[in-house]
């Protein structure tokens, strides 16, 4: 632990700024070790037991509704039995992602690795890479793109108009806002938790207002109540785009 | 750390183009945020209004909303995101 709390946090100017090279580890790779660990070890030692027709134990039983919720509450929903072959990528990211957010919450720990650039870029990436693979690969390259810049029923002469915004908000903007999403959503949460977390330092040490420091104390477990929702919705968002954007590459619309 | 450079933050209001680099972030996020807002607020009423209507198809209803609201926060992120971008 001491180890943990040794290593430092980067400070808030660089949350886009690139690191110090590629030996800087922090404390943000830590918590990504971590994240990457359990993910194996909680599907390691799941999936164990596999003529036991009962499921037991915590760990069998969190993997096992872990898949399901994946293929029920993500897959089914998107893509369809067409996708399943997509599960074990989107729960290994959903469980890493969560796992890295959860630590927002954890005492001691407290921060969310992924309120820092790199990771949800490459994650991000490799979402981009894999949508444009499958539709190249099912659609091949010229009716991919063809499907992809021009949408059904346009006009031609606003053609002009569409091809260019669809150009930029398919093979650019998608990458980029699934990045910002998962990192400023995880930002501005650690930002709201150090802000009342430092507002209730300050009451407490100035005299007079400790009297107010209770109502500011309630709100700080309150938020860290929320962003136990938040860490497991931005996981749940994350996965679910990744999987509308295969499907989209996957059955596109005529 | 972090909690460090909030104080650093807060106590740089001496030099007044700080001050000002400090108004138009706010001004950017709060811009930013007055769409979503309003968007948010549509999709999430919508949403209600079906799963009310039809509560057996609720649980669609839940997965289109959540996808409805992540892509109309993404405005409002881009906002924060540049909000921190900007340097004085």
């Given at each position: ?7 430092d ?46 499921p ?20 089914m ?17 959903f ?8 630590t ?14 790199g990771?949800?870029?490459?994650l ?12 190249v690969?099912?659609q ?13 029923g346009?006009p ?6 569409v ?11 998608r ?8 990192f400023?959503?995880m ?14 330092a300050?009451?407490?040490?100035a ?13 700080l477990?309150?938020m860290?109540?929320?962003?136990i ?26 | 750390m ?30 930013a ?10 999709v999430?009423g919508?949403?209600i209004?079906?799963?009310a ?12 909303m ?9 405005l ?13």
């Amino acid at each position: 632990m001491n180890l943990l709390l040794a290593v430092d946090v980067p400070p808030i100017s660089n949350v886009t700024i690139w690191g110090a090279g590629p030996l800087g580890f922090n404390k943000t790779a830590a918590i990504y070790l971590f994240a990457a660990v359990a993910t194996m070890l909680l599907f390691y030692f799941g999936t164990r037991r596999k003529d036991a027709l009962v499921p037991s134990g915590i760990l069998q039983n969190s993997a096992e509704s872990g898949v399901g919720f994946v293929r029920n509450q993500i897959i089914m929903q998107t893509m369809g039995t067409d996708g399943l072959k997509y599960l074990p990528y989107l729960t290994a990211l959903f469980f890493f992602i969560f796992f890295s957010n959860i630590t927002e919450i954890i005492p001691f720990v407290q921060f969310p690795a992924n309120a820092r650039f790199g990771m949800p870029l490459a994650l991000a990436l490799i979402t981009w890479v894999i949508y444009n693979v499958v539709g190249v690969v099912k659609q091949g390259p010229l009716h991919y793109v063809k499907n992809s810049l021009i949408p059904p029923g346009v006009p031609k002469p606003i053609l002009i108009l569409v091809i260019p915004i669809e150009f930029v908000s398919t093979f650019i903007v998608r990458p980029f806002s699934l990045m910002v999403r998962l990192f400023a959503n995880m930002l501005a949460g650690h930002l709201i938790l150090v802000t009342f977390a430092a507002l209730c330092a300050g009451l407490w040490a100035a005299k007079v207002t400790v009297v107010i420091m209770p109502f500011s104390f309630a709100l700080l477990v309150a938020m860290t109540g929320f962003e136990i929702l938040v860490a497991f919705l931005q996981a749940f968002i994350f996965t679910i785009l990744t999987a509308v954007y295969i499907d989209s590459s996957m059955h596109p619309s005529h | 750390m972090a909690l460090l450079h909030l104080l650093l933050l807060a106590q740089t209001a001496a030099d007044p183009t700080k001050g000002l680099t400090a108004i138009g972030r706010g001004i950017v996020y709060g811009g930013a945020a007055i769409g979503p807002g309003i968007g948010i607020g549509l999709v999430v009423g919508n949403a209600i209004t079906a799963m009310a209507r039809q509560p057996e198809s609720a649980g669609t209803v839940r997965t289109t909303m959540f996808l409805g609201i992540a892509f109309t926060e993404a405005l409002a992120l881009f906002g924060f995101v540049l909000a921190f971008i900007i340097s004085g």
